[in-house]
Structure formats: C-alpha cells, structure tokens
C-alpha cells in the first residue's frame, strides 16, 4: 500500500517537472519572435532587433534621410555627451537590454531617441507578428509613449 502512494508521488512529481519544462520551452519560442528588422512609427527609421546573451538590443541599420542638409551623414548632434555628438547615427545602438518576460513582452530595457538625446525607460510588447508597441518613459510606465512598429524582415 504504501509502496502505491510513493510510486504515485514519483509519478505525480514527473508530470509537474515534464509540465514545467513544457512551459519553459514555449516561453523561450515566443522570446525570440522579436528579431528582426522593424520600420518606426514615422517611418524615419529601421531597426534591427538582435539577441546579444539572454538580452535583446537593437541598432538604427536604414535612415529615410541618411544624410545632413551638408549631404553628410547624419551625426548623434543632440546627444547630451558632446564626445558623443560626431558619432554616426546609421549602426547607433538605440534600444537595449530588454529581457524577455513572458506573454510576448520585453521589459526592463532603455531606449535612446536621437532627436531629443534622451535616454527613456522602455517595454515592448508583440501585439501581431508584425506590429511591435514600443513605449518609452520617464519612471512609470504610465507617464510614456507608445510607438508602433511594423516588421518588415524577420531574422
């Protein structure tokens, strides 16, 4: 009788473990949904969205207007840093160390926006698998904006 019961606990503790990596492996399907390259809310700009480690980031890798009134090319001169200000806007880092955190959200991330050179707190979420919302603020979620991003290449 005894017996019974541990085998059925044994069991009981394999179908939780099994059900547990179960979910374990789905969440890490979704978390690479995001890569890929995305067109900005206003069309300016793309980014690439890539995995670096277990955190994603993105870079500017396509300018609408690549280049300043001068025909050079555009320069980070907003940037708060003037050491910063000559670097190239094209391959610029905007978006990074977002975790994955489940149901096709990316938190805990900062974003940079060139046009201001302000550096926001950021959460991204998968609304589609083409339509990404971006939304960067200052302290509370509450207190930000939302853009919205469409895919235009994945992987």
Not at 29 to 44: C, N
Not at 51 to 67: A, C, R, S
Not at 76 to 100: A, P, Q, V
Request: charged share 35%.
């Amino acid at each position: 009788m005894r017996m019974k019961k541990n085998m059925r606990f044994g069991l009981f503790l394999v179908i939780i473990c099994c059900f547990g990596l179960t979910n374990l492996l789905a969440v890490d399907e979704h978390a690479d949904k995001i890569i890929g390259v995305w067109k900005t809310g206003s069309g300016k700009g793309m980014v690439k969205i890539y995995k670096e480690n277990d955190k994603y980031h993105g870079k500017l890798v396509w300018l609408k207007e690549p280049n300043d009134e001068n025909g050079k090319p555009k320069v980070d001169k907003n940037n708060g840093e003037e050491s910063l200000r000559s670097r190239s806007l094209l391959g610029l880092i905007n978006l990074r160390d977002f975790t994955y955190k489940g149901d096709k959200v990316w938190e805990d991330g900062k974003i940079y926006d060139p046009e201001n050179g302000s550096d926001y707190s950021c959460e991204m979420k998968l609304t589609d698998d083409n339509t990404l919302e971006v939304r960067g603020f200052i302290g509370v979620s509450l207190f930000g904006r939302t853009d919205v991003w469409k895919r235009q290449v994945k992987k």
